[in-house]
């Protein structure tokens, strides 16, 4: 199985945040927020695994500012850690104010996925080809988190 580079990542562009995904305050809802992180987030583990993944787990999502209706919702989700069968992806979100011409961090979030093939068993994942310090530091973070939430279990 070959390594696959680390700084591989993807960017999801939610066109616009209207009205149905935001709340009394006019901004987004943090459970649709939260449904775009794991979908972005899904697609870079899909895209590394090149096979069916499932959310194992979403943990340490951080709220910073709103993303207010008729901003432009953008988020980046990159893969920090692989193991056996499951991976972690970092995904980040910013806003965009385009009537002020301004980008704004929003939120960030942890997630888990587990790789399965087609018949729902166990697959394993392509390990990250670890080619910088930055690399090897999100490998390294991505592990001692993974051995706190086991141990969490």
């Known amino acids: 199985m070959n390594a696959k580079p680390a700084s591989a990542s993807v960017t999801i562009k939610h066109e616009l945040v209207l009205p149905s995904d935001s709340n009394t305050l006019g901004t987004a809802f943090g459970g649709?927020?939260?449904?775009?992180?794991?979908?972005?987030?899904?697609?870079a583990a899909q895209r590394h695994c090149e096979s069916l993944v499932v959310t194992a787990s979403m943990d340490a999502v951080h709220f910073h500012a709103p993303i207010r209706v008729g901003m432009t919702a953008i988020l980046t989700a990159r893969v920090n850690a692989t193991f056996n069968h499951s991976l972690e992806v970092g995904v980040e979100v910013e806003a965009?104010?385009?009537?002020?011409?301004?980008?704004?961090?929003?939120c960030s979030a942890l997630l888990t996925f587990t790789a399965i093939s087609p018949d729902f068993k166990l697959k394993k994942v392509p390990p990250l080809l670890l080619e910088s310090d930055d690399d090897r530091a999100r490998q390294a973070a991505g592990e001692a988190r993974r051995a706190h939430r086991l141990a969490q279990r």
């Open 32 to 43: 649709s927020v939260m449904g775009w992180i794991d979908i972005c987030a899904a697609i």
């Open 96 to 106: 965009e104010d385009f009537s002020v011409g301004e980008r704004k961090h929003c």
